[in-house]
């Protein structure tokens, strides 16, 4: 498996492979440090249907409050991304070419999706490095003192969002390899979770607030934002590990028992 995970890597570590990620980390950094500081409320709790609130940004965690609201996006787009990889390599014939080579099977697709998560861990990284600088420079216009923010306590809080995001972000890529797996069509995959993951639960959670506590979706957005009012992080953490592992076990025994050969 490490062969496949390194061959991977090789793949994915390219110079315009290597930009575009630094570039979309970038991007990532100013829209959530810009939406966070604009929509930011006097008083509340950190939830999922609200913004931020001042007292977030002013604590010892705010430095990186923008990089865990807004981190949702990029949990989406490492889904769509993954269901695109995955699901073409099936279309395409390409995982049926390594398994004649490998045919433990098995190990093709969970280092192809190590890889994945070892590119998104860099991604996520840039990404809260490049918003904690960027609402350096966003929170002084709102009049939100900064000097909290580089505490030991800041540090434990900004590696505590780094780790609730990448869990996030590893539980999407799980779910886009399920879709992946199960459909091996680029377009019906990325039909089915747009549509799930998109208008459907967030069209129902608005009259049926329990959604929030269950939908797939929803749970890893609160598990990204480190918690919210709709669900806790223990039980976020403990909901998303059981629904990632179910939708890992669906991957492996479909890749395991399908013929990907023919």
Known sequence: M???VQAELFRFVRRRT???GIAAAAIFAVIASLAVFSTARDTGFRSRRAATT???LTGTGGG???FAVGASFVGFLVFVT??????GEFSGGTFRALVLREPRRLRVIVGKLAAILIVAAGIVALAEVFTFGLSLVVAPSKDIPTTDWFSVSSLG???ADYVTVFAGVAGWAIFGTTLA???RSVPLALGVGFAWAGPFENIVVDSWQAGYRWFPGQVLGSLIQGGSVELGIGRAGLTAAMYTAIAACVSLVLVSRRDVTS
């Open 54 to 56: 001042l007292e977030s």
């Open 64 to 66: 990186t409050e923008a």
């Open 157 to 159: 809080a900004a590696l």
């Open 2 to 4: 490490t062969r496949i």
């Open 181 to 183: 797996v199960i459909f």
């Open 18 to 20: 290597v930009l575009a």
């Open 82 to 87: 993954v269901i695109a990889l995955i699901a």
